[in-house]
């Protein structure tokens, strides 16, 4: 059988993180996505954005990382050539995905009205910082100033610190995994309709929706976050991270029997023989003794072996891992979430980079290729349009098109 999304043609004219993550989504299920990219640079991911020491050659591991599996053609959008080209693509295309600035679009002349014309079939997703219409629909936007605006930052940190943004991009990608459902749902529409979508994807809507324990917290109950560090919004003091021989863990501890567990393996008894520990309205009233107790016990044993000795009592804890150590999980190679992918032009070896969240038991997420450099597939794709070598050389000489950079 083939993946769900072998046969569905998508063009992609996203840059940075969330677009991209998008549309790896698809082409790890089967989808053939074309990657239309400037000519002078290309994503911004590629060498302006985050250092990387290939960088240089324009392949900087950011843009390896969410770019694998899908074609390039580089394309200047701004020339009319250009754009007629790009709409000569969206006739053959089931999924159109953009990342353009309000009002950029609107230049380029592919919003929904001009790309439904020549497509009326066409699944069109619109991913903006604020959505595509609204007082901030204009608005250039980040992960870090969404984080901002969403409130996250504000629910995140310590006392001493101050709110603080994550040091990775959960609003790129969480926005990135929600469009894919969006755009797959609107394809699964598609299939009982026969009609074409615009879906209109905001940064900010996503942030809030990964938020959505929190904001009902406050439009419910009325209640704002605090900044609590690594401890939990329980306030329960079993629940947080503890110094341990070598390192930290980090324990959810939340539960009498979790409490239990704990005592019976640190050997500090039974929890209910002690009034001040007995239940939780007890550990919160005497949080510092209880928290003073189990640092003092941790520090006799190591991380690895206190998550080890804890978690085969149900407790849910785990050490601290560096990002050298979470790869290097014997469940994460279970699971097979780092594919090994061939080796893109210029390099050596192949690399290990991330797939689906999930496994299939039939036909599931892999990998169709190695991340190309800027306009590797300019050729090959403009052929299948029906242009000719000479069609192809001319639009290069123009810098209409770009050729592949190594």
Known sequence: MSRAFDGIRVIDFTQVLSGPFLTLQLALLGAEVIKVEPPQGGDQMRDRMLPSPHMDRGMASPFLALNHSKRSLALDLKDPRGRQIALDLIRTADVVVHNFRGGVVDRLDLGWDAVRAVNPKVVYCALTGYGSTGPKAAEAAYDGAVQAASGMMMGNGHAGTGPTRTGYFPVDLFTGQAGAFAVAAALFRRERTGEGQ????????????????????????????????NSSATNLPTA????????????????????????AEAGLGDPKADPRFADSAARRANGDALRATLVEAFATDSASSWAARLGKRGVPIAKVNT??????EPQLEHRGILLEVPAPRGFDAPMRLIGAPFTADTD???????????????????????????DIAALREAGVVGAATA
């Open 198 to 229: 615009c879906v209109d994807l905001s940064m900010l809507d996503s942030a809030l929706a990964i938020q959505a324990p929190s904001v009902c917290q406050y439009t419910v109950d009325g209640m704002l976050p605090d900044l609590i560090g």
């Open 240 to 263: 947080g991270s503890f110094p341990t021989a070598d390192g930290l863990v980090l324990m959810s501890a939340t539960m009498q029997h979790h409490v239990e567990a704990i005592f």
């Open 364 to 390: 599931g997420p892999a990998a169709a290729g190695p991340p190309p450099v800027l306009g590797q597939d300019g050729g090959a794709i403009l052929r299948e349009l029906g242009m000719t070598e000479a």
């Open 323 to 328: 990002m050298a150590e979470a790869v290097a």
